[in-house]
């Protein structure tokens, strides 16, 4: 026996549109993190920790200093950013919200896009207050207009990425440690574009070195994005 | 209000559920009894769209699960023994962000209402991790009814709370599903169910076992209606 799709008239559903629902999540990550600060601190630290380190350990000169700088920063975002992919999901699965999220009316998606744009603005604010303290201690100047464009296609894909496989691990018992095995070998090609190109515009040199590199950064976040659209939903789906 | 035909949950090779039916009209109060691991939550799961069926059909306020889950979660309200709740948020923030996500239309109104029928109203700036478990579960309630719901699903709302907060909750229950909503709870609280509920399913080995209307049952007759149930259930198994 089949059920009669006309056996009970639908009741005219009420859903807020996809970007209202991405905005209340971001909001809602937002309000929790500036009164808790447990995420944005645990990063904080780790990264100045990690510059701290690399300043101490390796005894550079100035033109050594200039080479190394690429690489150095993003080995410090992206470690920083894993603590933060861990927690931002912990945080759901701890007191069981996720379950609270996915019961809401809207497209899965939306709660994706809305965990992934508030990783992204932890990143970018804890990336803000790095960038200034390496350039005191290594005495190297990163305010340049095309390394901030790196560290923002960067960090878009890491965190696009980051959030989808941080989703699939924080339903192990092992999250803490399936996260990092599972992000960091999908990332080495983003990161690679990303020191090369941050390398090439610390080193000023011209466009043509850099656009590959560019390049590559802009099709890892489409290619990113797109697969975490797609799958989200059967991800998060028992 | 709620259809399900044939349903069968499977996880790996073990049937959770076996071919499963159920039927609830508009404004029934069913109350979904049954032991350990026969499949009580897994049946709300799959009715509140976090869990996908293995087979068979499933229908709520005349939409069609999988495919039209975001229509059908509009009509659902759930509360679990876990509040769902951000304990980094107050009660206000905590029913505003559920209220968005509901696109819940005047909003501000609406979470004064809830906070008034869950008697949190006083505490409404107070962060959530601060509440007792009564508390959190007080707000749970009214974070499952903040977009006013057509059915509500309830998997064992009473676990852990205190004599008060259960008293507490069944005076929220009463007011909540006076209104004419449609209710499925699971619980293992026989009297609860029984001062509640007007049908008692018992699912026992992944189906309704049996059903009865309150009407039909004698006062005090659910445990002994239950036990003959499940004895019955459970001897073939002794047998074979």
Redesign the interface.
């Known amino acids: 026996?089949?059920?009669?799709?006309t056996?009970?008239?639908?009741?005219t559903?009420?859903?807020?549109s996809f970007l209202?629902?991405v905005?209340?999540v971001v909001?809602?990550d937002l309000?929790?993190?500036f009164?808790?600060r447990e995420l944005l601190s645990a990063m904080f630290l780790f990264a100045l920790l990690v510059i701290l380190i690399f300043n101490f350990a390796l005894e550079l000169n100035a033109r050594e200093r200039g080479e190394i700088t690429a690489g150095v920063l993003w080995v410090t975002f992206v470690f920083a950013g894993q603590l933060g992919l861990n927690r931002s999901m912990a945080?759901e699965k701890d007191?069981?919200?996720l379950?609270?999220?996915?019961?809401?009316?809207?497209?899965r998606s939306a709660i994706y896009f809305g965990k992934m744009l508030a990783n992204l603005l932890f990143m970018l604010i804890v990336e803000a207050i790095v960038l200034p303290i390496y350039s005191i201690l290594y005495n190297v100047n990163l305010f340049h207009p095309g390394l901030i464009l790196v560290i923002i296609l960067g960090s878009l894909g890491y965190v696009t990425i980051g959030t989808l496989l941080a989703t699939m691990a924080v339903y192990a018992r092992t999250r803490d440690i399936l996260l990092p095995i599972l992000l960091f070998p999908v990332v080495v090609p983003l990161l690679i574009a990303a020191v090369r190109a941050s390398s090439a515009f610390l080193q000023n040199l011209s466009m043509e070195f850099v656009w590959p590199s560019l390049n590559l950064l802009i099709v890892f976040n489409l290619i990113f994005i797109a697969v975490s659209y797609m799958t989200f939903d059967f991800i998060v789906?028992? | 209000?709620i259809?399900?035909?044939?349903l069968i949950k499977r996880f790996g090779l073990k049937y959770v559920l076996r071919g499963l039916d159920f039927e609830v009209e508009?404004g029934e109060f069913v109350a979904l009894i049954g032991p350990n691991g026969a499949g009580k939550t897994t049946f709300l799961?799959i009715l509140?769209?976090?869990?996908?069926p293995s087979m068979g059909?499933?229908?709520l306020?005349?939409?069609?699960l999988p495919h039209q889950a975001?229509?059908?979660?509009?009509?659902?309200g759930?509360l679990?023994h876990?509040?769902?709740?951000?304990?980094?948020?107050s009660a206000e923030?905590n029913l505003t962000?559920?209220g968005?996500?509901?696109?819940?239309s005047d909003l501000e109104t609406r979470i004064g209402e809830v906070l008034e029928l869950v008697g949190l109203k006083k505490r409404r700036r107070d962060?959530v991790r601060t509440f007792s478990r009564g508390m959190q579960q007080r707000l749970a309630i009214g974070?499952s009814v903040i977009?006013d719901p057509?059915i509500l699903l309830l998997d064992e709302p009473y676990t852990g709370l205190d004599q008060d907060a259960s008293s507490m909750l069944d005076d929220v229950l009463k007011a909540v599903t006076a209104e004419g909503r449609t209710v499925v709870m699971t619980s293992h609280d026989l009297a609860r169910a029984a001062d509640l509920a007007s049908r008692f399913d018992i699912l026992s080995r992944g189906v309704i076992a049996a059903s009865a209307l309150h009407a039909d049952i004698p006062p005090d007759g659910l445990l002994a209606f239950y036990r003959r149930t499940i004895n019955q259930e459970e001897e073939p198994a002794l047998v074979s």
């Open positions: 026996m089949s059920v009669k799709s056996s009970v008239k639908p009741i559903a009420r859903a807020p209202q629902a905005g209340a909001r809602k309000a929790s993190e009164r808790s945080i007191r069981n919200c379950d609270g999220l996915l019961l809401a009316p809207v497209d789906e028992e | 209000m259809e399900v035909r044939k508009q799961r509140s769209s976090l869990s996908r059909e499933v229908m306020a005349g939409y069609r975001a229509a059908v979660r509009s009509q659902l759930v679990s876990q509040p769902l709740l951000y304990g980094d948020l923030e962000f559920f968005r996500m509901y696109a819940v962060l974070r977009h057509q």
